[in-house]
T-cell receptor
Framework: EAGVVQSPRYKIIEKKQPVAFWCNPISGHNTLYWYLQNLGQGPELLIR????????DSQLPKDRFSAERLKGVDSTLKIQPAELGDSAVYLCASSLDQGRPGELFFGEGSRLTVL | SQKIEQNSEALNIQEGKTATLTCNYTNYSPAYLQWYRQDPGRGPVFLLLIRENEKEKRKERLKVTFDTTLKQSLFHITASQPADSATYLC??????????FGQGTELSVKP
């Protein structure tokens, strides 16, 4: 069974440019998460979806970040415009349980460098 | 304020010894706690989950304890191996519905 798939693995852009990350969760997993991870830190939740509904986006900087999960399957996270401080790893995860998460399955992450 | 604290310094131990990692939290009432392993350049991988009414959980060479009075979880790896070298993350599921991660502790097991 395929795990959580993310792309691209690496992205280098100049500040003020847009960037998008894509995530395909494990088949049948209703809950999808986007986390941000800075070097030496733990993952920080940006947004959580249950099916196609964003149930927790309180930590998403909505002035420049947006996310969507059309049809409740794969998801896209966009940053426009990117800033130097956005350089980090963006992790996507999925889980089977709704509301009360059990095991999270993470993708390999998308490493963003903003120059 | 709410905090999750793991040993910020790397833990260096000799092969065969028991590694013990600590996760302390303040101002949370977690329903349960999870531990993940993360290798460089990879996503975290789930290891163990322990509920608030459980004192201890074991899986092969891994053991987790959860003391809600001390607000602490300990993660033990017995008979450690160089392949156990990684960063270990604890994560709390708070009553508010979020899974919140600590900053992780890097473990290095020397042969």
């Amino acid at each position: 069974e395929a795990g959580v798939v993310q792309s691209p693995r690496y992205k280098i852009i100049e500040k003020k440019q847009p960037v998008a990350f894509w995530c395909n969760p494990i088949s049948g997993h209703n809950t999808l998460y986007w986390y941000l991870q800075n070097l030496g830190q733990g993952p920080e939740l940006l947004i959580r979806y249950e099916n196609e509904e964003a149930v927790d986006d309180s930590q998403l900087p909505k002035d420049r970040f947006s996310a969507e999960r059309l049809k409740g399957v794969d998801s896209t996270l966009k940053i426009q415009p990117a800033e130097l401080g956005d350089s980090a790893v963006y992790l996507c995860a999925s889980s089977l349980d709704q509301g009360r998460p059990g095991e999270l399955f993470f993708g390999e992450g998308s490493r963003l460098t903003v120059l | 304020s709410q905090k999750i604290e793991q040993n910020s310094e790397a833990l260096n131990i000799q092969e065969g010894k028991t590694a013990t990692l600590t996760c302390n939290y303040t101002n949370y009432s977690p329903a349960y706690l999870q531990w993940y392993r993360q290798d460089p350049g990879r996503g975290p991988v789930f290891l163990l989950l322990i509920r608030e009414n459980e004192k201890e959980k074991r899986k092969e060479r891994l053991k987790v304890t959860f003391d809600t009075t001390l607000k602490q979880s300990l993660f033990h790896i017995t008979a450690s191996q160089p392949a156990d070298s990684a960063t270990y993350l604890c994560a709390l599921y708070n009553q508010g519905g979020k899974l919140i991660f600590g900053q992780g502790t890097e473990l290095s097991v020397k042969p």
